[in-house]
């Protein structure tokens, strides 16, 4: 079984700052991963995935993510962050068999002031 | 209406009462999934129905009882829950093809148990 850990549960940064968000997962078999994002009082929407090819993939709203396969980490970056990009981040992985289901990492805060 | 739907938006119910949940999805698709976010904690996958066959009992008690009339429909129904029970409920839909997993969620359900 595949399970995924976001090492940081609350990221505070001010605007204009870059931000990276932290995601390793654990798994014996090749694996799809995802970022999803949940604004307030919302569901989840996908920010970016990883599929095959290029390991550097970008995503909405300027956030980008590297795929390291020896590291088991899927990291979440974006240079330059907004109020608007205070949510709650979660990462997922689903397996290449013909797996459908994603497992969900416990999720990271990031909270944008000014 | 476009993509995932979910009604109500909140829910508050006693420990005796009885009701349910829905989802529609308007994308097509021929899966749907409900989850359970509690603060805090991974999503938990509950079911999962592929083509309206559950295909995804993940260890779910009873008093949980999902149906799928129709591959655009989803129902939860509720009857005797705990106050454990309450969380955000949310559903999401996918379409199964090769090599893509992403899934589309609904603004889920608040629900509080008295």
């Known amino acids: 079984a595949q399970s995924v850990t976001q090492l940081d549960s609350q990221v505070p940064v001010f605007e204009e700052a870059p931000v990276e968000l932290r995601c390793n997962y654990s798994?014996?078999?090749?694996?799809?991963l995802f970022w999803y994002v949940q604004y307030p009082n919302q569901g989840l929407q996908l920010l970016l995935k990883?599929?095959?090819?290029?390991?550097l993939v970008k995503g909405i709203n300027g956030f980008e993510a590297e795929f390291n396969k020896s590291q088991t980490s899927f990291h979440l970056r974006k240079p330059s962050v907004h109020i608007s990009d205070t949510a709650e981040y979660f990462c997922?992985?689903?397996?290449?068999?013909?797996?459908?289901?994603?497992?969900f990492g416990a999720g990271t805060t990031v909270t944008v002031r000014a | 209406e476009t993509g995932v739907t979910q009604t109500p938006r909140h829910l508050v119910m006693g420990m005796t009462n009885k009701k349910s949940l829905k989802c529609e999805q308007h994308?097509?698709?021929?899966?749907m999934y409900w989850y359970k976010q509690s603060a805090k904690k991974p999503l938990e996958l509950m079911f999962v129905?592929?083509?309206?066959?559950?295909?995804e009992n993940n260890s779910v008690p009873s008093r949980f009882s999902p149906e799928c009339p129709n591959s655009s429909h989803l129902f939860l129904h509720l009857h005797t829950l705990q106050p454990e029970d309450s969380a955000l409920y949310l559903c999401?839909?996918?379409?199964?093809?090769?090599?893509?997993?992403?899934?589309?969620f609904g603004p889920g359900t608040r629900l509080t148990v008295t």
């Open positions: 994308l097509g698709h021929n899966a």
């Open positions: 999401a839909s996918s379409q199964e093809r090769a090599g893509d997993y992403e899934q589309y």
């Open positions: 798994s014996s078999v090749s694996v799809y």
């Open positions: 129905y592929n083509f309206k066959e559950q295909t």
């Open positions: 997922a992985v689903s397996l290449r068999s013909n797996d459908y289901k994603l497992s």
């Open positions: 990883y599929l095959s090819g290029s390991t």
